[in-house]
């Protein structure tokens, strides 16, 4: 099993910020993730 880059509390904190308005690709830019990551 592949072990996540990211702990689940990050994870949280990235889906909150898209939450208060920050846009995807801000998003996927800042953490270095892709735009599928962020949807799936």
Request: positive net charge; proline residues 0%.
């Amino acid at each position: 099993m592949k072990r996540s880059r990211f702990t689940e509390d990050q994870i949280i904190g990235i889906l909150k910020e898209h939450e208060a308005g920050v846009s995807v690709a801000d998003l996927c830019r800042k953490h270095g993730v892709s735009d599928a990551t962020v949807y799936k």
